[in-house]
């Protein structure tokens, strides 16, 4: 099993920044490609962006392609999603999760693994 948890969340406006992390526990972390997905209500968790168990690799949603940066810190257990140049439609509880396998996936079904969540909420 693997155990994670989201921080970070909170209140912006349009055009700021904020850094989100997850602590991961119970599995050796450098063994997980880890993935950021999103989600609001009545809608699916979307992917966000994913990051290669080296953090080599790195993958982007189109929609916050540029504007977003993941990274993760294999010796402190944590990923990290940098939201830049907020908008209003980033609005969503921002979930990080990973798979059994350990790989990059961009579908929410392909996840084992999920966090709680942490609320971003960008006032226009």
């Known amino acids: 099993q693997v155990q994670l948890a989201e921080s970070g969340g909170g209140l912006v406006q349009a055009g700021g920044s904020l850094r989100l992390s997850c602590a991961a526990s119970g599995r050796t972390f450098s063994n997980y490609a880890m993935g950021w997905f999103r989600q609001t209500p009545g809608k699916e968790r979307d992917f966000v962006a994913a990051i290669s168990r080296s953090g080599d690799y790195t993958y982007y949603g189109d929609s916050v392609a540029g504007r977003f940066t993941i990274s993760r810190d294999n010796a402190k257990s944590t990923v990290d999603l940098q939201l830049n140049n907020l908008k209003p439609e980033d609005t969503a509880v921002y979930y990080c999760?990973?798979?059994?396998?350990?790989?990059?996936?961009?579908?929410?079904?392909?996840?084992?693994?999920w966090g709680k969540g942490t609320l971003v909420t960008v006032s226009s």
């Open positions: 999760a990973t798979n059994r396998l350990g790989v990059v996936r961009r579908e929410s079904a392909a996840m084992d693994y």
